[in-house]
């Protein structure tokens, strides 16, 4: 099955300090890939997605098709970015299978004071 | 009105129990999904609808039966449960699966435990 893969089970940073979430991917072609973010205590929701090109909350992603990769990054980390990231396909661009709608295992990301 | 809503967001039943999650969005929005959620794991998909109609069953035990009775509305029947379905319950709606690569609007979440 085609997937998203995160890496990092666990990131912590300082704040201030900057951030990348890693997540590649082995989809052919042009993804449309999504980061959703689960704040603690909040509902899961979208961060951002790839073809918006936004910034959001300082946070960027990028999509490298060279390195199959859509990391999400951020200059100066704050202690409010702590929490559950999930990288995740677009269910048209995964083929309209339940691949597409199948997170990544996510990234904790603790911002230490 | 741009939420997803679950009812109740805690529930608590016995093995032998009959209950049901509720899930309403007024969006717009064509597809609706059951997600179960472990703590510290990803969401795992259980089922979607499309058009009121079931489009994928992740393979899912019976005891678990969805029911989508017009296009805000979706419910997860629950009979005969275990203790390990124990679990955050998502329900998400989107536009049509296909459609301009739609994201996911989640609800709060129905905490279930199982006793």
């Known amino acids: 099955a085609q997937r998203v893969t995160q890496p990092e089970k666990l990131l912590s940073v300082f704040k201030g300090a900057p951030v990348e979430l890693k997540c590649n991917y082995s989809y052919s072609g042009s993804p449309e890939l999504f980061w959703y973010v689960q704040y603690s205590r909040q509902r899961l929701q979208l961060l951002l997605r790839h073809i918006s090109r936004e910034s959001i909350k300082g946070f960027t992603a990028d999509l490298n098709k060279g390195e199959t990769s859509f990391h999400l990054k951020k200059p100066f980390a704050q202690e409010e970015d702590s929490a559950m990231y999930y990288c995740a396909p677009s269910f048209m661009y995964s083929g309209g299978g339940a691949d597409g709608l199948t997170f990544g295992k996510g990234t904790h990301l603790i911002i230490q004071p | 009105d741009t939420e997803v809503t679950q009812t109740p967001k805690h529930l608590v039943m016995g093995m032998t129990n009959k209950k049901s999650l509720k899930c309403e969005q007024h969006m717009g929005h064509r597809a609706m999904y059951w997600y179960k959620q472990k703590a510290k794991k990803p969401p795992e998909l259980m089922f979607v609808?499309?058009?009121?109609?079931?489009?994928i069953n992740e393979s899912v035990p019976s005891r678990f039966s969805p029911e989508c009775p017009n296009s805000s509305l979706l419910n997860l029947h629950l009979h005969a449960l275990q203790p390990e379905d124990s679990a955050l319950y998502l329900c998400a709606s989107s536009q049509p699966p296909g459609y301009n690569n739609s994201p996911l609007h989640f609800g709060n979440g129905t905490r279930l435990t199982v006793t």
């Open positions: 609808y499309s058009y009121e109609k079931l489009s």
